[in-house]
């Protein structure tokens, strides 16, 4: 079945540094999305991503739908605590099946 | 517009027991889809239903089934339970934006086998 793979799986980063995380599948999607996770809540969607190349921001965060349609980035410029948590990239083809990846685990130290 | 509502948000249960969970979608959303969550597996897709039927459906035993009411409100029911369900159970309702289905999800219901 359709699996995505996402790294990497947590990261320890300094307060200012910026974080990138990425997603591969050997499938081809036609949305990517990205989610984050804070502690004991679900899932939030932070960006959308309609057409292959499609580049996008929302505050500190740009993700990139990749040209194959198998990937996708996230990069958070100048990390901040409340960055901590857990990002979920996603995956749809048609349909309303919706796939995520395994998380990446954010830690930030002030 | 109140969010997703999922309760019980923690039980625990014990072996060959069964346990029944509750979803209330945001009003208005027809769509609502179940993930279980466990650490390093990230989110698996249970099933979707979408006005009482179920239209999509993820790998996972009989044991887990679900439904969904006239007031698109859901259930989800896993029976027979072992060690290995333990997990945080999210439920989504959706909507779509710009073709893109994209889930709202609860707080999940934690669910501890025992």
């Known amino acids: 079945g359709q699996q995505l793979n996402q790294s990497p799986q947590s990261m320890f980063i300094q307060e200012g540094e910026d974080v990138s995380m990425n997603c591969t599948s050997s499938?081809?999607?036609?949305?990517w999305l990205w989610y984050k996770q804070d502690p004991g809540e679900g899932p939030v969607l932070l960006i959308a991503?309609?057409?292959?190349?499609e580049l996008t921001s929302n505050g500190r965060l740009t993700a990139q739908f990749g040209i194959t349609r198998k990937d996708s980035f996230l990069n958070i410029s100048a990390s901040i605590p409340s960055d901590v948590g857990i990002y979920f990239c996603?995956?749809?083809?048609?349909?309303?099946?919706?796939?995520f990846g395994a998380g990446t685990r954010l830690f930030v130290k002030a | 517009k109140a969010g997703v509502t999922q309760t019980p948000r923690y039980l625990i249960k014990t072996r060959g027991q069964q346990v029944t969970l509750s979803c209330s979608p945001i009003?208005?959303?027809?769509?609502v889809s179940w993930y279980q969550q466990t650490p390093g597996q990230g989110l698996q897709f249970l099933f979707e239903?979408?006005?009482?039927?179920?239209?999509n459906k993820g790998n996972f035993p009989g044991r887990f089934s679900g439904r969904q009411f006239s007031n698109s409100r859901s259930e989800m029911n896993v029976s027979t339970l072992e060690l290995g369900d333990s997990a945080l159970y999210l439920c989504?309702?959706?909507?779509?934006?710009?073709?893109?289905?994209?889930?709202?999800f609860g707080a999940g219901s934690r669910l501890t086998v025992l």
């Open positions: 009003s208005g959303h027809r769509s």
């Open positions: 989504a309702s959706s909507w779509s934006l710009s073709g893109a289905n994209v889930l709202t």
């Open positions: 991503l309609y057409k292959a190349g």
């Open positions: 239903y979408f006005s009482e039927t179920q239209r």
């Open positions: 499938s081809i999607f036609n949305t």
């Open positions: 996603a995956g749809q083809l048609g349909g309303f099946k919706t796939i």
